[in-house]
T-cell receptor, first 114, second 115 residues
Framework: AQKITQTQPGMFVQEKEAVTLDCTYDTSDQSYGLFWYKQPSSGEMIFLIYQGSYDEQNATEGRYSLNFQKARKSANLVISASQLGDSAMYFCAMRRNSWGKLQFGAGTQVVVTP | DTGVSQNPRHKITKRGQNVTFRCDPISEHNRLYWYRQTLGQGPEFLTYFQNEAQLEKSRLLSDRFSAERPKGSFSTLEIQRTEQGDSAMYLC?????????????FGPGTRLTVL
């Protein structure tokens, strides 16, 4: 069975600082995908970044980067230069095959302070 | 607006009533997913369709739940004889089943409150 673990229920970060959100996963599959989504208080799920299990380079999208350590089964999200608008719930998710369902972690609430 | 849309955005119902939600995916997307999210938790998978075929259903989807995608475009999720435990946000997502297309695009959700 697959499992996604986010151990940080909540974090405070100062504006302009970087923050790392932890995500570990458990799967016996060789091919899988890892995702991060942002959910502001308004409720919509916003896709941030994707990492394939066979991708050798860590994914980056603007201020977001994914620190993928396959042997440790971790896929941590790094947000650089935090902005007040980054305050939201952040979910790590895994997809078992190319186009299947997502399995989500419990999420980490991030609050960015001035 | 060419994103995923869901209607209604909010639904309040009494226990025992039936409710139906609608999801309109991004037009060219052939995969459509339903998830349920309760307060403080991540979304949980319910079911998904490729075109009009329902390919997988979660064990969370009891006999009271049924989903359809009759023409491979919009989808409906019906809950019969609602219970208070059905109160949640119901999220719909769509994606394109094509190599390199990884993202599932989510709609704004339908928040169900069962009194």
């Amino acid at each position: 069975a697959q499992k996604i673990t986010q151990t940080q229920p909540g974090m405070f970060v100062q504006e302009k600082e970087a923050v790392t959100l932890d995500c570990t996963y458990d799967t016996s599959d060789q091919s899988y995908g890892l995702f991060w989504y942002k959910q502001p208080s308004s409720g919509e799920m916003i896709f941030l970044i994707y990492q394939g299990s066979y991708d050798e380079q860590n994914a980056t999208e603007g201020r977001y980067s994914l620190n993928f350590q396959k042997a440790r089964k971790s896929a941590n999200l790094v947000i650089s230069a935090s902005q007040l608008g980054d305050s939201a719930m952040y979910f790590c998710a895994m997809r078992r095959n190319s186009w299947g369902k997502l399995q989500f972690g419990a999420g980490t609430q991030v609050v960015v302070t001035p | 607006d060419t994103g995923v849309s869901q209607n209604p955005r909010h639904k309040i119902t009494k226990r025992g009533q039936n409710v139906t939600f609608r999801c309109d995916p991004i037009s060219e997307h052939n995969r459509l997913y339903w998830y349920r999210q309760t307060l403080g938790q991540g979304p949980e998978f319910l079911t998904y369709f490729q075109n009009e075929a329902q390919l997988e259903k979660s064990r969370l989807l009891s006999d009271r739940f049924s989903a359809e995608r009759p023409k491979g475009s919009f989808s409906t999720l019906e809950i019969q004889r609602t219970e208070q435990g059905d109160s949640a946000m119901y999220l719909c997502a769509s994606s394109l089943a094509r190599e390199g297309e990884n993202e599932q695009f989510f709609g704004p959700g339908t928040r169900l409150t069962v009194l």
